[in-house]
């Protein structure tokens, strides 16, 4: 059973940055592709970014695109979120996630995530 535990969240001021790591404890370079969810109080959770299983595709939520960077290392077996110019709508319990599916390339379909961390809280406050 692969396990995925997440790290980086924080709280920190409006305008700042900080960098979100999921650690899976199967190689990343197995063919699946991997996300990052979050869940702010009293609101569903949603999908802010995505990326393939090589790595070559990638998508984000508008609300976030030009802010935040999604990658992946195979050999440190990470997939890391990189958040910049972060407000205070930003502030949520972040997920890394994993496609239930190998190969798959529809990133924007967020039902194919079915294994899950256990979050890290982000809070965005001045």
């Known amino acids: 059973q692969v396990r995925l535990v997440e790290s980086g969240g924080g709280v920190v001021q409006p305008g700042g940055s900080l960098r979100l790591s999921c650690v899976v404890s199967?190689?990343?370079?197995?063919?699946?592709?991997m996300a990052w969810f979050r869940q702010a109080p009293g609101k569903e959770r949603e999908i802010v970014a995505a990326?393939?299983?090589?790595?070559?595709?990638?998508n984000y939520v508008d609300s976030v695109a030009g802010r935040f960077t999604i990658s992946r290392d195979d050999v440190k077996n990470t997939v890391d979120l990189q958040m910049d110019r972060l407000n205070t709508d930003d502030t949520a319990v972040y997920y890394c996630?994993?496609?239930?599916?190998?190969?798959?390339?529809?990133?924007?379909?967020?039902?194919?995530?079915?294994?899950w961390g256990q979050g890290t809280q982000v809070t965005v406050s001045s």
């Open positions: 996630a994993r496609a239930q599916i190998p190969y798959s390339i529809d990133l924007h379909d967020p039902e194919q995530f079915t294994v």
């Open positions: 990326i393939s299983w090589a790595g070559k595709n990638l």
């Open positions: 199967s190689p990343t370079s197995d063919p699946y592709a």
